[in-house]
């Protein structure tokens, strides 16, 4: 049987302004992303999405982005090597801080929005991040697109990489994510999300925008976003999909 773990971006929640349907989400998936006060979040809602994600027994990852609270971490910014290195640090050292007081281990870390993005293509950048990475926690699972910067460093560095498939968002000719400036680039129909899902993990292919098929490899993780309106329906289709289609959901951890 196949194996796939869901993942989802949570505790985006800041103050009062609420983002997300963790707590709906959370039954329904395998691993959770948790923001770190930089795009989105805070300390409060760092400690109750860990406390959702251990009841349920969800993988607990970081979500590391770009300071830039007004642009949800979306806006691409140029730091340097030393603030890139030192803002990973801070961020994944605040959610593996309130992960130790919960009696859990971290499993993963996914850079969030531009950062993931750009990290994708620079190999600089995608450097610097998986040093960071390596000197709090060698055992941290990457997340990161297929044949991507991210991934082939991460792997040089002897960490493992769960190669990430977007349930919800289209991807352009060159097997990118289409721009969320264009339209139908956020997916939010359940039957079309599960049947390309399905055929991502099973045929290792995905229709682009433009209708040509792309190869792209091994899926090891699955990513719906939390704060598409659509996601509670979403992730409770793809749990039905893969019970029909005989592929088990569970934390990457277990089976990479």
Do not use: W
Request: aromatic share 6%; charged share 25%.
């Amino acid at each position: 049987m196949l194996k796939v773990d869901v993942n989802c971006d949570m505790g985006e929640s800041y103050g009062a302004y609420k983002i997300g349907n963790d707590a709906e989400l959370m039954p329904f998936i395998s691993s959770a992303n948790i923001a770190c006060g930089f795009h989105a979040g805070d300390p409060m809602t760092i400690a109750r999405t860990i406390s959702l994600a251990k009841a349920d027994k969800v993988a607990v990852g970081v979500h590391p982005g770009f300071p830039d609270l007004m642009g949800f971490g979306r806006r691409e910014m140029q730091l340097t090597p030393e603030e890139t290195r030192d803002y990973m640090i801070y961020q994944i050292g605040a959610v593996q801080a309130f992960a130790n007081v919960a009696s859990i281990e971290l499993q993963h870390v996914k850079p969030h929005g531009a950062l993931y993005n750009m990290a994708a293509k620079d190999g600089k950048l995608s450097k610097t991040l998986i040093e960071a990475i390596k000197s709090l926690d060698e055992s941290l699972i990457v997340f990161a697109p297929p044949r991507s910067e991210l991934a082939k460093n991460a792997a040089k560095a002897g960490l493992r990489v769960a190669q990430e498939f977007f349930a919800d968002r289209a991807y352009d000719p060159e097997g990118n994510l289409a721009s969320r400036k264009e339209p139908r680039s956020v997916l939010a129909d359940p039957k079309i999300v599960a049947e390309r899902v399905v055929r991502a993990i099973t045929e290792k292919t995905v229709v682009a925008t433009n209708g040509a098929v792309l190869a792209i490899g091994d899926v090891n993780t699955v990513c719906v976003h939390g704060d598409n309106p659509s996601a509670p329906v979403l992730v409770r289709d793809l749990n039905k999909q893969f019970k029909n289609a005989r592929i088990k959901m569970a934390p990457v951890h277990t089976f990479l």
